[in-house]
């Protein structure tokens, strides 16, 4: 059985890249229900960058300050789907939703698993059209192998899902429009490389 978290639990979220963690760092459960995992992710939160030779190379923040600079996000994800929705705020209002195109979340014993996949859409929290982000640079790394057999055309295809959910109005994170982030969260500790997170639930 997959593991279950609890509300301010402090969990593991890695990006894994070559069977390597390229990206790990903690955010706290805000709820989990089985198949929607939802999380926060501090302002200040320390990041930990992978080393040695990635197929990307190293990750595109390692030269920043190694934490998270933006604003707090709540980053909601569900079992399967190939994509999650950052809310982001501006002040005390939502600013808009940020869909995350990445490999479907894979739980472990201490967090969960995933790779971002470059392409990114924005959606106005006020109804304004929807825009495409960094789409140039997905189909550049897809031109150029970057990605696995079928990989891209998997993220096509969630991206195709998105905007169907978002012409219908089945949008899911709706749910969420509402809730707000902690006044003065607590911001976790680093994490170390290996041992960080388990083995995903079934490897």
Same mark, same amino acid.
């Not at 999380?39 to 923040?61: E, I, K």
């Not at 109804?127 to 550049?140: I, N, Q, T, V, Y």
């Not at 109005?169 to 041992?195: F, H, K, M, S």
């Given at each position: ?130 825009? /495409?982000? @960094? ?9 150029? +192998?970057?990605?696995?057999? #079928?990989? *891209?055309? %998997? ?20 749910? /969420?429009? @509402? ?9 976790? +500790?680093?994490?170390?490389? #290996?041992? *960080?997170? %388990? ?5």
């Amino acid at each position: 059985m997959e593991p279950r978290f609890s509300a301010g639990q402090v969990v593991v979220r890695r990006e894994i890249l070559d069977d390597r963690e390229w990206l790990v760092y903690p955010v706290r459960v805000v709820a989990d229900d089985g198949r929607t995992l939802a999380v926060y992710l501090a302002q200040g939160t320390p990041l930990t960058f992978g080393r040695g030779n990635f197929s990307w190379g190293l990750h595109p923040w390692v030269d920043f300050d190694h934490s998270w600079q933006s604003t707090g996000v709540l980053q909601l994800q569900r079992a399967g789907d190939g994509y999650a929705v950052w809310a982001r705020w501006q002040g005390a209002e939502l600013k808009d939703w940020y869909v995350n195109f990445q490999r479907p979340m894979r739980r472990t014993e201490r967090g969960f698993d995933t790779l971002d996949q470059e392409l990114d859409l924005v959606i106005p929290a006020d109804g304004s059209p929807f825009a /495409w982000k @960094d789409a140039d640079h997905f189909e550049e790394r897809a031109r150029a +192998g970057g990605f696995g057999p #079928g990989e *891209a055309d %998997a993220v096509r295809a969630a991206a195709d899902e998105v905007v169907r959910l978002i012409e219908t109005g089945d949008c899911w994170w709706e749910q /969420w429009r @509402d809730w707000r982030p902690p006044t003065a969260p607590e911001v976790p +500790g680093p994490l170390a490389l #290996g041992g *960080a997170g %388990a083995a995903a639930i079934g490897t």
